[in-house]
Every structure is written in structure tokens, then in C-alpha cells.
């Protein structure tokens, strides 16, 4: 027998709920609203597959942006013939072996990986510690072990997402208005008393009937359900309801149970397709609760749980607690990735041609050509003799997601090594007074007069030693804001809010916004002649820069300062060089090294991170191929590196 006693955990609820509220949640945060223009595949088995439904569809309102839901086994073996997006990972505990298995595919496929766990020791931990293809946000429970179903992590995990989502004041209000113990435990009693089960005959089926918002229940009812052998049960919207799944009622012999749930937005549907159900069938009603969709999905979620505990109460079984056989435990502990998954053995020049050939497509061999270029590049940056790095900040030196907390503790370390050898850093950033504050905390003392930042997309370029005063907005911005202001309601803002210096910025979280807004820019820059102004898209972030503001004003000013050449004895970083990307100037010329997006140019801008790797451990890996020589600093040939560290 395995796990706990149900009714202990939901009686766990209201402190689980408490837990994830309490949680710094900055971390999931800044790495949601950095993936806000981009598709994203959520995958858990389980439970966990409950709460990739659930975070599928609040991602979907929140960022209006296409969000999927699958299951390991779909992940792993869609990777074989469609491009795998960006993927977070669930397992409360990071063992679970499904997921391992999608995070090692992942990593073969080059795909970008985030892992949420509820434990911050564990194997999908070390996966990424040592691999660098899976990125951890773990939490750390305090309930210890959660029971067999784990309910508990089921809606510690959504609420943490919830919160990360929508923000901690929308997050109390739903703890307030329709989480407090009192109401938890009127939902659990609402369902107890029903008598709903009290006449389940034995294998009598359930059908589940649920709107488009309550969906959460019907998943997690079911999987509830199957795990703990309560049940046969099928889910269905109403309108499919309708097309024929209806004649099972028709025969009495075994007709189903149904079990309606809705929410107040689907009332009049509901009613209309109940009201046509034979009366000699036995069925129940649930309307969820819920001002806004979102209240309403992840209210569904929970109602499952105490569902599922009157259904057990009324066939006398602890679903927490169930019998498992030996068959069960070794199909749980079947190995199969290697039978679907052959591991390749490309070195990572092979990875960085297939990146730049096709990014969509990473397990066919690239063209020659790409083969060629890459190597040719690899020789040209062996050969090179590198004085100074030029380096992006945020995506680059840190993590996109931890762009607050500061610079990658591991880079720093390699960082200060080339600084104690003798090498120039010089970064560029669109950011100010917060990315100094980042160096100053990373960087050595002895070495802030001799670091150059250039602030605000290159308005400005200082020692770190000096404090950047905010350079004032270009005036002709007025004329963008005012536009703006007329066209999209929603800039009312003063400029200094969106402009510093000769960078304007826009940040959305939503990619249909981003990708319209972009386009809109870039029509009005060309209608009003600002000659020489561009348009930037990284993500959820617009970047307008004037004619005098750019990355390449700090190549400039080291070239002027230091007397280097800016194609043989510099290296250039950054993690956004596709040519709408904010690093596409910086990186478009010379020794340029992508930490992540690349341009679609041969000549430059390459990618020899290991597969998987990306952003910070992709740098780290760069940098420690940097050793001293005789005038300067060499690179190790990429040519036979090996996937991974």
C-alpha cells in the first residue's frame, strides 16, 4: 500500500495554497513574461498532466499567446518529425522518469527547457547542473512527501503559476473571494453530500459533460479516477456531447452517470442540454464559481479533488492509499527512450551548422556548405588574438528570467579570471542604473574603473565606476508617443516612462500585440522619414533607437580608446542576433558568438553552445574556452569539443 489518507490531504489544502503564496515567484515570473511572444508546450504525466491543462489555459489568457499541453510520451515522440517549442517541464519531485526522458530529448533536439519542481534537490536538478540543458525553478515544499495522487503539489504548482501569471494582488483575490477555508470547506461538502455516488452501480460508467473553462475538472476527474481504479470515465464538452455520444443513454443496461459542470458563462447551454437528458438517467450539476475565466479554471481544478472524494467515500475505498501490484511498479519504471530516441553523436560544429541551416529542422545533416562555414569560423577564432569582449547583459552574462538578480555566479567567476589576465569587458545593454547595480555586485572592486558599460542601447558609455545620470529623451520620441497615444489607447504615459537617451522601449505580454505593434512601428518610422531609426523585437520587448543610438557606438568608442581592431581582437556575445533581435548590430560583424539566437549570415554570428544549452550556460561555455597567449587571448577549437561540459 503506498501514500497517505486522502481526506489528510485535502484537509492540507488551505496551507498548500498559503505555501505558494508566499512564495518569491520573481524567478517564474521574469521567465513567463520573457516567453511571452512565443509558443510554449507544457508537459506533466499524472497529476501533472492536470495542472499542464490548467497552465496551458491561463497562459493563453494571460499573454494571448498559442499554449499547448501533452503528455512526456507526446513530447518525446512529436520531436521525431514537428520542432519541438519551448517546454516546461512538471514534476514536483524531479524524478519522475517520464520527464527526465523529455528533458533528455530536449537536449538532443536543441530545444529550450525549463523545469518547476517543489523540491530543490533532485535528479532533474543535477540533469542541469551538469548538462546545462534544462533550466531549474525549483521551490521547496513543506508539507514533506505528498500523497498518491499529490493533490497538494497539484495546487501548489497552479498557484505559483497562477500568481506568476496574473500577479500577487489578482493572486489574493482568489485566495480571499473563493479560497478561504471556509469556502473550501463548503465545496468539499457540497460534494459530499450530493449523494451523486450513493447509487453507482458496480463498473457503471461517468460521463463527464464541462464547458470550455471548467475543462480542469473533467481532466483531473478522470485521471483522479483511472489512477485509483475508481471508475470508467469519458469527458466531453457539451457540443460533442451532441454528436452521438448521446445514444450511450439511450440503452439502460449500463448507461452512465453524468456529472455536468459549468460555469456562469455557460449556464443557458447547460440548461438546454440537460434539460434533454432522459430523466430515468442519474446525473449531478456543479456550477463553478468564478468572476473572471481564470478564477473559474483553476476553481475546477479543486473541485475535482473533493469530487473524487465523495466517489470513494461511496464505494468505501481510500483512493490516497491504494494496492499497487509488482506489474504496475515496473510498467511505472519501464525505460524506453532509447527505443524511440537514438542518440546522435554530432560534435557541436555539426550543432552550430544545423542551427544556422534550419532551425526547425535539427536531425537531418545540414547542407555542406553550413558544415564548411562553421568550420571556417571555428578556424578564424582560433587563429584570433582577443583583447577585450564585448558582451550583451541580460540573456548573455545572466539568464533572461534572473535578469534582476544579477549576473550568472559561474560567469562572473570566468569573467573575473579574463579581467585578472589581462582581458578589456566592455558591455552593452538597453539598461541603466538596475544593470549597474548587477556589475557592481559581480564584479570585483579593483576592476570598476577599467569595465566599460554602454547604458540605454549605447546612449551612453561610462566606466562602471562612474553613475550614469538618465540621458534625456531624444525630442523627436514625442512625435512616437503622441502617435502612439492616438492610435493605442494605452500609451498615456509621460516619454521618460518608455525613453532614455535615444531608446524608446515597449514591453507587451502578449505576442499578438508584440508582432502587430512591431510591424506598426516600422511603417510609422519609414511614413515620418526618421531616417536611420530602427525597430527591435526581443520577445516582449520593442526597442525604437534614433539614428545616433546603438550597440556599435561601444565597439566604436573601445576601437577610438583602446586602439584594437574590431574584426580580429574583439569577441562579441549576445543572445539576440536574428536580425530582428536587439544584439543583430552588435553581432552582425566580426568574432561574433550567440548565446542563443543567431542571424541568418555565414560569415558571423554562430552558435557552438552544446546542445540545449542557452543564455548564460552557453557564455559560460565560450568564455572558458578563452586561454591566455602571447599577445593576447586564444580560443580552444571548437572543432572537436564535445556536447556537453
Known amino acids: 500500500m503506498v501514500g497517505k489518507p486522502y481526506s489528510i490531504e485535502l484537509d492540507q489544502f488551505q496551507h498548500s495554497l498559503n505555501w505558494a503564496f508566499k512564495q518569491d515567484i520573481s524567478v517564474l515570473q521574469q521567465l513567463l513574461l520573457s516567453w511571452a511572444a512565443k509558443s510554449v508546450s507544457i508537459v506533466g504525466s499524472g497529476g501533472s498532466h492536470s495542472v499542464a491543462y490548467l497552465m496551458s489555459e491561463l497562459r493563453k489568457l494571460?499573454?494571448?499567446?498559442?499554449?499547448?499541453?501533452?503528455?512526456?510520451?507526446?513530447?518525446?515522440?512529436?520531436?521525431?518529425?514537428?520542432?519541438?517549442?519551448?517546454?516546461?517541464?512538471?514534476?514536483?519531485?524531479?524524478?519522475?522518469?517520464?520527464?527526465?526522458?523529455?528533458?533528455?530529448?530536449?537536449?538532443?533536439?536543441?530545444?529550450?527547457?525549463?523545469?518547476?519542481?517543489?523540491?530543490?534537490?533532485?535528479?532533474?536538478?543535477?540533469?542541469?547542473?551538469?548538462?546545462?540543458?534544462?533550466?531549474?525553478?525549483?521551490?521547496?515544499?513543506?508539507?514533506?512527501?505528498?500523497?498518491?495522487?499529490?493533490?497538494?503539489?497539484?495546487?501548489?504548482?497552479?498557484?505559483?503559476?497562477?500568481?506568476?501569471?496574473?500577479?500577487?494582488?489578482?493572486?489574493e483575490t482568489l485566495l480571499r473571494d473563493f479560497l478561504s477555508e471556509t469556502q473550501l470547506n463548503n465545496y468539499r461538502y457540497t460534494w459530499l453530500n450530493s449523494g451523486i455516488f450513493t447509487r453507482l452501480l458496480r463498473q457503471q460508467p461517468i460521463l463527464v459533460l464541462h464547458d470550455a473553462l471548467t475543462k480542469s475538472f473533467a481532466i483531473d476527474f478522470e485521471s483522479k479516477a483511472s489512477e485509483a481504479a475508481l471508475a470508467s470515465v469519458q469527458i466531453c464538452d457539451y457540443r460533442q456531447f451532441a454528436h452521438g455520444r448521446h445514444l450511450q443513454l439511450a440503452s439502460l443496461a449500463n448507461a452512465p452517470v453524468i456529472v455536468s459542470i459549468y460555469s456562469e458563462s455557460s449556464t443557458s447551454l447547460y440548461e438546454a442540454t440537460t434539460k434533454l437528458i432522459p430523466e430515468n438517467?442519474?446525473?449531478?450539476?456543479?456550477?463553478?464559481?468564478?468572476?473572471?475565466?481564470?478564477?473559474?479554471?483553476?476553481?475546477?481544478?479543486?473541485?475535482?479533488?473533493?469530487?473524487?472524494?465523495?466517489?470513494?467515500?461511496?464505494?468505501?475505498v481510500d483512493p490516497g492509499q491504494p494496492e499497487v501490484p509488482e506489474f504496475g511498479r515496473r510498467l511505472h519504471k519501464l525505460s524506453y527512450l532509447k527505443s524511440i530516441l537514438p542518440q546522435s553523436h554530432s560534435n557541436v560544429v555539426d550543432v552550430a551548422a544545423k542551427r544556422k541551416s534550419d532551425l526547425s529542422v535539427l536531425t537531418d545533416q545540414p547542407p555542406a556548405v553550413f558544415v564548411e562555414s562553421a568550420n571556417d569560423f571555428c578556424k578564424e577564432l582560433s587563429k584570433a588574438t582577443i583583447k577585450a569582449i564585448v558582451s550583451d547583459f541580460d540573456g548573455t552574462l545572466c539568464n533572461t528570467e534572473s535578469r534582476y538578480i544579477g549576473m550568472c555566479p559561474r560567469v562572473g567567476e570566468e569573467l573575473s579570471r579574463l579581467l585578472n589576465e589581462g582581458?578589456?569587458?566592455?558591455?552593452?545593454?538597453?539598461?541603466?542604473?538596475?544593470?549597474?547595480?548587477?556589475?557592481?555586485?559581480?564584479?570585483?572592486?579593483?576592476?570598476?574603473?577599467?569595465?566599460?558599460?554602454?547604458?540605454?542601447?549605447?546612449?551612453?558609455?561610462?566606466?562602471?565606476?562612474?553613475?550614469?545620470?538618465?540621458?534625456?529623451?531624444?525630442?523627436?520620441?514625442?512625435?512616437?508617443?503622441?502617435?502612439?497615444?492616438?492610435?493605442?489607447?494605452?500609451?498615456?504615459?509621460?516619454?521618460?516612462?518608455?525613453?532614455?537617451?535615444?531608446?524608446?522601449?515597449?514591453?507587451?505580454?502578449?505576442?499578438?500585440?508584440?508582432?502587430?505593434?512591431?510591424?506598426?512601428?516600422?511603417?510609422?518610422?519609414?511614413?515620418?522619414?526618421?531616417?536611420?531609426?530602427?525597430?527591435?523585437?526581443?520577445?516582449?520587448?520593442?526597442?525604437?533607437?534614433?539614428?545616433?543610438?546603438?550597440?556599435?557606438?561601444?565597439?566604436?568608442?573601445?576601437?577610438?580608446?583602446?586602439?584594437?581592431?574590431?574584426?580580429?581582437?574583439?569577441?562579441?556575445?549576445?543572445?539576440?542576433g536574428h536580425e530582428d533581435g536587439n544584439d543583430y548590430e552588435l553581432l552582425s560583424n566580426g568574432l561574433s558568438l550567440s548565446s542563443d539566437r543567431i542571424s541568418s549570415s555565414l560569415a558571423t554570428c554562430w552558435n557552438f553552445a552544446p546542445k540545449g544549452n542557452r543564455q548564460a550556460n552557453a557564455t559560460l561555455y565560450y568564455l572558458k574556452r578563452l586561454v591566455p597567449g602571447p599577445e593576447g587571448h586564444r580560443f580552444i577549437d571548437f572543432t572537436n569539443s564535445p556536447l556537453s561540459e
Open 62 to 171: 494571460a499573454h494571448q499567446t498559442p499554449t499547448s499541453y501533452e503528455t512526456p510520451l507526446e513530447y518525446i515522440s512529436h520531436a521525431k518529425y514537428t520542432s519541438l517549442t519551448r517546454s516546461i517541464l512538471l514534476s514536483a519531485e524531479g524524478k519522475n522518469a517520464d520527464i527526465i526522458a523529455a528533458a533528455k530529448t530536449a537536449q538532443e533536439y536543441d530545444a529550450e527547457c525549463v523545469a518547476i519542481t517543489l523540491t530543490t534537490d533532485n535528479p532533474l536538478a543535477v540533469l542541469g547542473s551538469t548538462e546545462g540543458s534544462v533550466k531549474l525553478i525549483p521551490f521547496q515544499m513543506d508539507w514533506g512527501k505528498d500523497g498518491y495522487l499529490a493533490t497538494n503539489t497539484q495546487v501548489a504548482t497552479s498557484f505559483l503559476f497562477y500568481k506568476a501569471l496574473f500577479d500577487s494582488k489578482e493572486a
Open 281 to 316: 438517467i442519474q446525473k449531478f450539476s456543479f456550477k463553478v464559481s468564478g468572476v473572471k475565466p481564470q478564477h473559474v479554471i483553476f476553481n475546477s481544478l479543486l473541485m475535482a479533488s473533493y469530487a473524487i472524494e465523495a466517489l470513494a467515500l461511496s464505494m468505501n
Open 423 to 576: 582581458i578589456r569587458l566592455i558591455i552593452a545593454s538597453g539598461r541603466g542604473d538596475s544593470l549597474r547595480k548587477c556589475l557592481l555586485d559581480a564584479i570585483d572592486k579593483s576592476f570598476h574603473e577599467k569595465v566599460l558599460v554602454g547604458y540605454y542601447g549605447g546612449s551612453v558609455i561610462l566606466p562602471l565606476s562612474i553613475d550614469p545620470a538618465t540621458p534625456s529623451p531624444n525630442p523627436e520620441f514625442h512625435e512616437l508617443l503622441n502617435w502612439l497615444g492616438e492610435t493605442y489607447t494605452d500609451f498615456t504615459d509621460p516619454l521618460v516612462k518608455y525613453a532614455k537617451g535615444g531608446q524608446f522601449t515597449i514591453r507587451t505580454n502578449s505576442s499578438r500585440v508584440s508582432t502587430h505593434l512591431a510591424s506598426a512601428l516600422r511603417a510609422w518610422v519609414v511614413e515620418n522619414k526618421k531616417v536611420g531609426w530602427r525597430v527591435f523585437s526581443s520577445g516582449h520587448s520593442l526597442d525604437v533607437l534614433d539614428n545616433d543610438t546603438s550597440k556599435r557606438n561601444v565597439l566604436r568608442h573601445i576601437h577610438d580608446l583602446y586602439n584594437l581592431d574590431l574584426t580580429s581582437e574583439i569577441l562579441r556575445l549576445g543572445d539576440s
